[in-house]
T-cell receptor
């Protein structure tokens, strides 16, 4: 399967710890997006990359969140000093630059902060 | 500001009946509109999109959606519902800055 993959699928951490998630997009896709989804809500945009450049970042995104896509392929999302409010599903999606840009989503990483 | 609204949290329909899941949008410029479906414990799957052209767009699994510019709506439809269509459906709009804004989702239950 050559879809979007995310690792880990589940992460339990204690408040104050740092966590890092990885996303591997579909290989020919040059755009990569990160979202957060909580129960009963739709995905909330966090940030997106075109190749290795981070082009947009949500104003709602705390400084504790950082994302990288160093070689324009896989991406990492790091959350520093986690808080209980960070508990959510973190979704990654990728798309081509041209056309309608429909996104293909990974299975997500479920974060639980205790 | 860009946004989408899905006014119904839950839609129930009998198997074999037509279904409609509603979506209205607000966007500056020409709208790029999308529908996604999320099955339990599965990632979101792309169903269909409207970019330009015909107001009726066809997508995966027999779904279609009707773009109505005057009503700023993009309702998802299917002529005959299947039990396997039961899932969570999300409408989304793409902003000129390539950010995607999703609705809160509509849970569709198809009753056998």
């Amino acid at each position: 399967d050559t879809g979007v993959s995310q690792d880990p699928r589940h992460k339990i951490t204690k408040r104050g710890q740092n966590v890092t998630f990885r996303c591997d997009p579909i290989s020919e896709h040059n755009r990569l997006y990160w979202y957060r989804q909580t129960l009963g809500q739709g995905p909330e945009f966090l940030t997106y990359f075109q190749n290795e450049a981070q082009l947009e970042k949500s104003r709602l995104l705390s400084d504790r969140f950082s994302a990288e896509r160093p070689k324009g392929s896989f991406s990492t999302l790091e959350i520093q000093r986690t808080e209980q409010g960070d508990s959510a599903m973190y979704l990654c999606a990728s798309s081509l630059r041209q056309g309608g840009n429909e996104q293909y989503f990974g299975p997500g990483t479920r974060l639980t902060v205790t | 500001a860009q946004s989408v609204a899905q006014p119904e949290d839950q839609v129930n329909v009998a198997e074999g009946n037509p279904l409609t899941v509603k979506c209205t949008y607000s966007v500056s410029g020409n709208p790029y509109l999308f529908w996604y479906v999320q099955y339990p414990n599965r990632g979101l799957q792309f169903l269909l999109k409207y970019i330009t052209g015909d107001n009726l767009v066809k997508g995966s699994y027999g779904f279609e959606a009707e773009f109505n510019k005057s009503q700023t709506s993009f309702h998802l439809k299917k002529p005959s519902a299947l039990v396997s269509d039961s899932a969570l459906y999300f409408c989304a709009v793409r902003s000129p800055g390539n950010q995607f804004y999703f609705g809160t989702g509509t849970s569709l239950t198809v009753i056998p």
